[in-house]
């Protein structure tokens, strides 16, 4: 994180939100094509439980153009993007715990409907224990290390980088950079066009709330290490409650 942001007071700047955005919205889609164009032409992507063999292949191909894009941006925008372990305070026993509580409430919200209705939750894959290891390796291991130097390490140092300042939320002092990119994240994240709209609007809520402790503990900490555990606890019981809940009721 920059250290330029100590006293600065916060004046909103366009341009930086502008390349955030695309930086956010467009690294995930240039993803997506690269790795449909790999399994179009070659056997490249593997095949297995083809959606899940999917995700590791866009995630892996996300994570390289994200530390191309962090990179190029420390020789632009000079500044810690926080990929290394902590130096100080690891914040890492916060994360698992609101990573858990912010898993359960995504589960409440995503799964409502089924829930409401006293039905089991559809699951995106059969319930048998091999695709819960599966999908827990994705969810629990492997979406927080991809996506977090991204949302995080990138966006959130990039833009405290480019508009220092900080703001103060419920009592704590952050920099505004961090607020900023739990929206483009929460957007990112919400299951917008997917969802029924009062879910999307409970998963936007509830990814923004996320997104902004995932930076206030990059920021406090200087490392990423803390939000890819606060991520990967929340995506673990994001899988393992509706797994339950299906199995029992099934």
Known sequence: M???????PF???LMPVIVACLVGFDL??????IVDTARHYSHLVPGFADKLGWLFAQHTVLLLLALIAIWIAQRVVP????LHMPRAKTYVLPAILWGAVFGALLTLIHYAPSLLAHTAPKL?????MGNLIGWLGFNGVYDGATEEPLFRALLVTYLAAT?????RIAGYEMNAAGVIAAIIYAIYAAGFFTDPWLVTIGQ???QFALGVLLAYWLEKSRSVLAPVVGHNICGAILTLLPFVLATRQG
């Open 28 to 33: 995930p889609y240039i993803a997506q094509e």
């Open 11 to 13: 004046r909103f700047r």
């Open 124 to 128: 995106a894959y059969p319930p048998t």
């Open 204 to 206: 936007f809520v509830c």
């Open 163 to 167: 508009m220092p300042g900080k703001w």
């Open 2 to 8: 920059s250290d330029r942001s100590s006293d600065a």
């Open 79 to 82: 500044a810690d993007y926080g």
